[in-house]
């Protein structure tokens, strides 16, 4: 489990467990099936993603929010000490920014010149209570990130298109004394018409009826469950 | 009784830095992590001769705790050091999801704990930290009790796989340990043998209750001093063959009287032999500025405060 040779990432906002186990499964760390028992008793699939019950591709237990990228500078100053090129990713939500311990990451990774870092900043405007922007507004996101000293690039996280080539910007550019940063502006429930533009959808399940709506709405993901 | 000359006067926290200095000669692995306190947690020997090893991070504990974590991730074995209040409660769910339930094996090194910080004050002697590391599923929590013991158990927890909570303090303290005594984690000590009554320390006071045996051998008692220097896991048997033995115990340590040494203690006696117990410990309040020895006295964890107790326990048997 110590990583060495592989590039790493790490979910800071362990919430959106759903989607990291589906990505892991189906990238072959852990059967499919093994699915179903999301959140279920006696399983690997916590409601928060946890290396405790050994669950295969999960490096760190995530859900308290906002220590993430703290946990991946490590693991990226261990790359360094080892000789390691290989780099290292995080994901975490935009209202998980308001947690204090992001930012001493933030200056930490930039002033250490953590350059080995690739972090994502899911960025949708919403979070449990509302809009961010009415819970605790984040201000001028991206100027902060530059101010702190980071390489900042933007991209419709929504573009698959668009993403992989910020993505691959975004690699081209590490290992040059910057951490880098991109923000990825997001719709929340994207494609599905009755979840987007609210924040409603942050936390809560579709009922059956919903579940069938919305993936006939979402042509790619049909016959996937 | 057996005699522990005063070797010399140093502080615990000096030993941990020999200890971590040692320790990087050794093992390449091993990397120090520190919250601007370098000069006081005596980490500038390694600091000095591993500048690679060594990761400064400001005054940003919370952070401190995560990249540690981290590290642990690229197969380093990560030493934080800051004072005790900032190594724990002000780190707590740092330390619980991201070392604890993520099983990672950082050595999280504290000095300045306790009353002994004295002019300080208040925010900064912490009081609780061994009840908040105790509950923490996994945790092993270390409390040696002078120089040559941190030294010890620095380098020992490097071979203990998991999260550690090393506890150690400021002021220069007696040094009696013998260099060369064996030191093993979860294995007490039992410094004096006695018949009367058991007396059950850790860090500091283990000082103290050699030096109460000593007054309470004048008065005819034989105290049994048992140095306590880890509190999780505790030495279960060494309690319970002791009380065998003395049918009464006292219990001291330099932290709140509840969840430090006393309530693990009083959990052997519950559940395997029910034995009369005195606590001397901080009686449920925070400390304030003072020299050390006027703020021990001031809070009960003196010479004469153990030998009061040990009487007492003796005649509630």
Redesign the interface.
Known sequence: MDGRGQDLFFLSNGHISPVFYSVLARSGYFPVSELATFRKINGRLQGHPTTHEGLPGVRMASGSLGQGLSVAIGAALAKKMNGDDRLVYTLHGDGELQEGQIWEAAMFAAGKKVDNLISTIDYNGRQIDGDVDDVLPLGDLKGKWIAFGWDVLETNGNDMAALLKTMADAKSRTGKGRPVMVLMRTEMGQGVDFMMHSHEWHGISPNDQQLKDALAQLPETLGDY | MSNYPVLDQKDTRSGFGAGLHELGKKDPNV?ALCADLTGSLKMDAFKKEFP??F?Q??I?E???????????????V?YTGTFANFSTGRVY??I???IA???KNVKICASHAGLTLGEDGATHQILEDIGLMRMLPGMTVVVPCDYNQTRQATIAIADLHGPVYLRFGRPKWPVFIPADMPFEIGKAQRLIEGTDVSIFACGHLVWRALQAAQELSKQGVKAEVINMHTIKPLDVEAVIKSVAKTKCAVTCEEHNRYGGLGDAISQVFTTHTPTPQEFVAVNDSFGESGTPDQLMTKYGLDTPHIVAAALRAIERK
């Open positions: 990397v690679d090893r990761v991070v400001g940003a919370a952070n401190m705790m995560g990249i540690a974590a981290g590290l642990t991730i690229g197969g380093k990560p769910d740092q619980r999801q991201s339930y993520a099983d």
